[in-house]
């Protein structure tokens, strides 16, 4: 299994950016995808999450700025991020999971993280 995040980047604050999770070597839409962040000197953060039914699961700072959307035939996620803060700026990593939802310990695949770097 092979979880390619992608995307990343230096944005202004207040700027956009989407982020991509291309999935390989599982039945990809039998699994709920996450997207987690980690700054420095920090734990990893649940950021929002999408199921395989088509739900989503946001945590607190993605609500009202981050959307996600899942495209099965592509077996990719799209985490879009609007109106970026400074303390956004992190690792941003995609996961799988049969039944993850908010917690790193449900998912059991991970991608290597995209940087995202909000400027001032």
């Known amino acids: 299994v092979q979880l390619q995040a992608s995307g990343g980047g230096l944005v202004q604050a207040g700027g956009s950016l989407r982020l991509s999770c291309a999935a390989s070597g599982l039945v990809f839409r039998m699994y709920n995808i996450g997207w987690f962040r980690q700054a420095p000197g920090k734990d990893r953060e649940f950021v929002l999450a999408i199921s395989s039914s088509d739900g989503s699961f946001y945590g607190d700072s993605a609500k009202g700025r981050f959307t996600i959307a899942r495209d099965n035939a592509k077996s990719t996620v799209y985490l879009q991020m609007n109106s970026l803060k400074l303390e956004d700026t992190a690792v941003y990593y995609c996961?799988?999971?049969?039944?993850?939802?908010?917690?790193?310990?449900?998912?059991?695949?991970w991608g290597q993280g995209t940087q995202v770097t909000v400027s001032s």
């Open positions: 996961a799988a999971g049969r039944f993850g939802l908010t917690s790193c310990a449900q998912y059991e695949y």
